[in-house]
């Protein structure tokens, strides 16, 4: 897996750190990963390349680190909602979910820049599954109220199962030429039939 040669624990490196991530991001998005470089990264931020350097090894672990940080935000409304079950009223909080990825990924487009990004070499997809099993098991966790008659294992197959359906629904909302609003709605009906399909008698 990949990731930073290390992490700061200091304000300074912190800011320092940070900031080169947002410039990534911006010019990840502005030229497409091919053409994206670590030395155009340092340059732009105003750092010297050894700075960038003492963090990322390579441009593959810079767009590792854009996608974890991806995954926070997604994680962060997941346990807001889970704090919320077990309710009869699931399928509302399944919607206000989507809803609100749905709204990130239409406000940032880089989201679909760092997933393309990630597709491009065996390590970064190998980095990317396990960033996605990593949100899977807070998915499992909140189907926990909701499907107390599923083996543990079934529930992280299920987990993983609806992460990998909503992330690329969400990346094909996106893209060049597609109706955002259509492919959100078709996310919520795939999202919501898979649920009742799985636990008809828990999940009512």
């Not at 346990?79 to 399944?94: F, N, S, V």
């Not at 609806?162 to 893209?175: H, Q």
């Amino acid at each position: 897996m990949l990731e930073p040669r290390r992490r700061p624990t200091q304000e300074r490196s912190r800011v320092k750190f940070d900031h080169l991530l947002q410039v990534s991001r911006e010019l990840l998005l502005e030229v497409g990963f091919e053409s994206f470089t670590c030395e155009e990264v340092a340059q732009r931020a105003g750092l010297p390349i050894g700075t960038l350097y003492q963090f990322f090894q390579n441009k593959y672990v810079i767009v590792c680190e854009l996608d974890r940080q991806n995954a926070v935000a997604v994680r962060e409304e997941l346990a807001k909602l889970t704090a919320e079950l077990p309710t009869l009223d699931w399928l509302r909080l399944l919607n206000r979910l989507v809803d609100h990825m749905a709204k990130i990924w239409l406000e940032d487009p880089s989201r679909r820049a760092v997933w393309m990004a990630m597709q491009s070499t065996p390590a970064t997809r190998a980095t990317a599954a396990v960033i996605e099993r990593e949100l899977a098991t807070d998915v499992a966790y909140a189907l926990g109220p909701l499907t107390p008659g599923t083996p543990r294992e079934r529930r992280k197959i299920m987990a993983e199962v609806l992460v990998y359906i909503a992330y690329s629904m969400l990346n094909f909302s996106v893209r060049d030429g597609q109706e955002h609003t259509e492919a959100i709605i078709e996310l919520k009906r795939l999202l919501s039939a898979y649920l009742l399909a799985s636990q008809p008698e828990t999940i009512t």
